[in-house]
C-alpha cells in the first residue's frame, strides 16, 4: 500500500514509519520541518511537510502522496498546551478527514486515548461513555470525541485509543517530563485507574490496524493499576521523594479484549516488567 503517516516524527510515528517500510509499504510521513524528517527518509519514507492546521497543506501533501490509506498520529504536547492540543484533533482531523474524502481515501487509522470513560474501578471496555474527567482540562474530550467520530465517518475508520505510552522517548522515559518531575518530587498523577501501553507495542497495533474493521479498539496492556501503586514506583524509579507525590483526579482503565480478538497481543503485558527509568 502507499501510506501517509500523518505525525511520522512523533513518539509512535517514528517507530511505524520503519516498521511499514520494512514490511514492504511505500510511505510517505509528515512533519511540520523537512529536516525532522531525516529519519523517516533514512528508512525508507518519502517526506511531505505539512501543517495540519492549514486544509491547503494538508490537501496537497494528500494529493500528492496519492495514498492508499492514512495515519493519523497528530498530537501537538511538546510545550503541553492543551487546549492546543485538543484544537489540532479538532481542526487537523477535520481537515484530513475532508482531504482523504476529495482523494477518494476510505481507510484512516487514528490515535486517541483511553481514558475516555466514567470514573469507576472497573476496567471499561469499547462502549463506555465519555465522562470528562474535573481534573482534565475540559477542551480534551470535546476534541477526542470530535476526532473520533470525524474519523468514523469514512467507510474504513479504525480509532485507537491508546493507553498512557510509556518507554524510551515517552514523557515516562528517562529525560520525559513526568520522569522529571517524580525526580522532583513534583509528579502528579492524573489518572487514577490508568491503563498503560509501551510505546512499541502501541506502534505495532498501528500497523496491524490497516486491516481490521472499521470502530474503534483500546490499546492497552493487560495490568490496569491504580495512580496509587505505580506513581511511587516510578517516583523511587527516578530517584525521587515519594512522599512529595500527588494523586488526585479519578479515571478509568481499560481492557484490551476487543484488540487480542483482532491479533494484536502486547509484547509487555504489563508496565511491571520494564521499570519506568530502564524502558
Ligand atoms: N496516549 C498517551 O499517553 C499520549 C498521547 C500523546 C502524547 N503523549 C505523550 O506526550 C509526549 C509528547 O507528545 P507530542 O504531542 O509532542 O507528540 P509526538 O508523538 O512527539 O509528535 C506528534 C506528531 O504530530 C506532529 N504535529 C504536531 N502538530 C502538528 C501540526 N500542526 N501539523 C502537522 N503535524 C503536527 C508532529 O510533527 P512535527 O512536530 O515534526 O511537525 C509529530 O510528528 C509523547 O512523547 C508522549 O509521552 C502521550
Known amino acids: 500500500m502507499r501510506i501517509l503517516v500523518a505525525g511520522g516524527t512523533g513518539v509512535i510515528g517514528s517507530r511505524v514509519v520503519p516498521l511499514l517500510t520494512a514490511a514492504g509499504h511505500d ?13 523517516a527518509l533514512a528508512a525508507g519514507a518519502e517526506r511531505a511537510v505539512m501543517d495540519a492546521r492549514d486544509a491547503a497543506s494538508v490537501d496537497s501533501a494528500v494529493d500528492s502522496a496519492r495514498p492508499d490509506a492514512i495515519i493519523h498520529l497528530l498530537t501537538d504536547l511538546a510545550t503541553e498546551d492543551f487546549v492546543g492540543n485538543s484544537h489540532l484533533r479538532i481542526v487537523g482531523t477535520r481537515n484530513l478527514v475532508a482531504a482523504a474524502e476529495r482523494a477518494g481515501v476510505t481507510r484512516m487509522v487514528a490515535e486517541s486515548i483511553a481514558w475516555v470513560g466514567e470514573p469507576d474501578a472497573e476496567p471499561g471496555d469499547e462502549s463506555v461513555t465519555f465522562a470528562r474527567d474535573p481534573d482534565t482540562d475540559e477542551s480534551l474530550f470535546p476534541a477526542v470525541e470530535s476526532l473520533e467520530n470525524a474519523v ?19 514523557w515516562f522515559g528517562r529525560g520525559g517530563r513526568i520522569h522529571d518531575r517524580a525526580e522532583e518530587g513534583t509528579v502528579v498523577a492524573t489518572v487514577r485507574h490508568t491503563s498503560f501501553v509501551h510505546v512499541d507495542d502501541a506502534a ?47 479515571g478509568r482503565a481499560s481492557t484490551n479484549a476487543r484488540a487480542a480478538e483482532l491479533g494484536w497481543v502486547p509484547e509487555h503485558p504489563t508496565w511491571r516488567d520494564g521499570p519506568f527509568d530502564l524502558v
Do not use: Q
Request: aromatic share 6%; no cysteine; glycine share 8%.
Open 27 to 39: 510511505v510517505i510521513a509528515t512533519s511540520r520541518s523537512a529536516d525532522r524528517l531525516l529519519p
Open 152 to 170: 468514523l465517518s469514512l467507510e474504513n475508520g479504525v480509532v485507537l485509543r491508546m493507553g498512557m505510552l510509556y518507554g524510551r522517548g515517552t
Open 204 to 250: 505495532l497495533a498501528v500497523v496491524k490496524a490497516l486491516d481490521w474493521p472499521s470502530g474503534i479498539v483500546n490499546i492497552v496492556d493487560d495490568d490496569p493499576v491504580d495512580a496509587e501503586e505505580w506513581a511511587p514506583e516510578l517516583v523511587w524509579a527516578a530517584g525521587g521523594d515519594e512522599t512529595r507525590l500527588a494523586v488526585r483526579a479519578t
